[in-house]
């Protein structure tokens, strides 16, 4: 395995001036994470706070025991009841098979940070991985993009759940899940690793009652000894713990929700995107009524309604229910990262490019129940290379980075006009050069005859150009025909390295790597040294 960094500049512009321009965007953030300092200042700030250290450790020993954690993760968990123990956190929702590519890219983030901070720090971090197992859009987690015959195809579960449920709350239909399964090895080239794989995977399956079990147990065959912590945050036993978090949350509410708001606010009018929707009523909170999640809004005379008037709740009803029955309430995109910083020592966050735009509106919630955001650092990024794509990208003298941040199509198009003498493209264009030097006398003289004429000259000029353009394409298509492998060659690598006019990562999934190289292949990519300057990786397999 080799790795290489290329540069791959960010289109968004709030991420860009966040690695590039961090003085553009300081205000917005508590901490610089390229100052030495600030990791101090932020460890120093968690040994002043308190934590449920040793209830927490105990849930999560139960939980991660039960998806057959290995003693590395029940040794962390131990870990965490030291009191100058801190965390390295992200988080990704329960996706069949772990969804695309960057959520695994996501853990070695997160087991990278971890092991480099312990050792600057001489203070255990430890690596901990958040399931976002309250979310409840069934359609973001039930598929996988594969690879089918040169095309892509979406593959999703049949199971279709009727109520809108916590992930964690869905139970798995088996025999969907065994068809579904066999549907996806179908669409896979036979190696020495797909039977195994498909084994170990249906084996997780039938050991699995929920989606977040799945995803969880799956995580772990791919990360055996990494000591890597797994959360379920939909668990009771979790919110049991949640409980004196979800009445901060409330008696802040109004105040985490209108600081938000105006942080949202002053990005547009910095000119920057805005990815989350958020309105000054919204109460960042969720009510689980009826087996369904219910987004909560308050009301001016400080009650909680449903978005869609599903329910009613007084501030007092609100407040009865996160004490005594906290597993009723879930948290959203703002309240949660709230909630993580109250239930774990948070040394840092690692997000992908969009979730690091809404943190930047975090801040003042953050500051609104006394907590101070954690340094936020963008997670590591990849683009797998198998060895054939390696040798096409060679063999047609593409850059890797060309590849990857804008794909073939133009590098094929230039490919095949090379194969003509001279390229078709050349040889149309002095065609035109020359049909307009012997069509202007036409031209001047319609012009001296009238305005009609003259209009009628340039629409003639027009016609006879999209002839020689029609010509072009006729010639350029006979020119593919003849050359279908090289075109082919090209093809799969778009598909490969540029699927749908973006990053690999956001894509494809585990699937093919494991498929060529096999389970290991992820714990391979953990062992190189990586380090958060870098734009992108290119890995080589």
């Not at 939980?63 to 968990?77: D, F, Y």
């Not at 264009?429 to 305005?451: D, F, M, N, T």
């Amino acid at each position: 395995m080799r790795i290489d960094p290329i540069q791959l500049k960010p289109k968004q512009k709030l991420f860009h001036d966040y690695k590039y321009n961090f003085e553009n965007v300081i205000d917005k953030f508590s901490y610089a994470p390229g100052d030495p300092e600030a990791w101090k200042n932020r460890l120093q700030f968690l040994q002043g706070q308190t934590y449920q250290r040793n209830n927490l450790s105990e849930v999560l020993k139960e939980m991660n025991e039960r998806w057959g954690a290995p003693e590395s993760t029940l040794n962390n968990i131990e870990r965490l009841k030291d009191e100058n123990a801190t965390v390295v956190i992200a988080g990704q929702q329960a996706g069949l098979l772990t969804g695309p590519l960057y959520t695994v890219h996501k853990i070695i983030s997160v087991l990278q940070l971890a092991k480099k901070k312990e050792a600057e720090l001489g203070k255990p971090v430890l690596p901990v991985f958040w399931v976002a197992g309250e979310d409840h859009d069934f359609d973001e987690i039930n598929h996988i993009m594969v690879n089918s015959h040169g095309k892509m195809k979406k593959m999703a579960i049949s199971q279709e759940p009727d109520r809108k449920a916590s992930v964690s709350d869905i139970k798995i239909d088996q025999k969907a899940g065994e068809e579904w399964l066999k549907q996806i090895f179908s669409e896979i080239d036979e190696t020495e690793y797909t039977g195994d794989f498909y084994q170990q995977t249906l084996r997780l399956l039938e050991q699995s009652e929920s989606y977040s079990d799945f995803f969880a147990k799956l995580v772990y065959l791919l990360f055996p000894d990494e000591g890597l912590v797994l959360m379920d945050a939909h668990r009771p036993e979790v919110r049991k713990l949640e409980s004196a978090y979800f009445t901060s949350m409330i008696q802040h509410n109004a105040e985490i929700a209108h600081r938000v708001f105006s942080a949202i606010q002053l990005n547009a009018q910095e000119g920057y995107e805005t990815v989350l929707e958020s309105e000054a009523e919204d109460a960042h909170l969720f009510y689980h009524h009826e087996g369904e999640r219910v987004l909560l809004t308050r009301e001016k005379e400080g009650s909680f309604r449903g978005k869609q008037n599903e329910v009613l709740l007084s501030e007092q009803e609100l407040l009865e229910i996160a004490e005594h029955h906290p597993e009723c309430l879930s948290n959203n995109v703002v309240s949660r990262p709230l909630m993580q910083d109250f239930l774990f020592p948070v040394l840092a966050f690692i997000g992908g490019p969009g979730e690091i735009n809404y943190w930047s509106v975090l801040k003042p919630g953050f500051e609104a129940v006394g907590l101070q955001m954690p340094p936020v650092l963008p997670r590591l990024s990849f683009t797998m290379v198998d060895r054939k794509s390696e040798q096409d990208l060679k063999h047609f003298h593409v850059e890797p980075q060309e590849a990857v941040q804008f794909g073939t199509g133009e590098k094929k198009m230039r490919w095949i006009a090379s194969k003509s003498a001279p390229p078709i493209p050349q040889l149309s264009a002095q065609v035109k050069e020359e049909i307009e030097r012997i069509h202007k006398p036409l031209r001047e003289k319609s012009a001296e005859l009238g305005p009609d004429l003259e209009g009628l000259a340039d629409k003639n000029l027009h016609y006879i150009y999209q002839h020689v353009d029609y010509l072009e394409k006729r010639m350029a298509k006979t020119l593919e025909e003849k050359y279908e492998k090289e075109v082919t060659q090209f093809n799969e690598l778009d598909l490969l390295l540029h699927p749908a006019g973006g990053l690999q990562e956001r894509i494809w999934s585990i699937l093919p790597w494991v498929n060529q190289q096999g389970t290991d292949v992820f714990q391979r990519l953990n062992q190189h040294l990586l380090t958060f300057d870098q734009d992108h990786y290119v890995v080589y397999v």
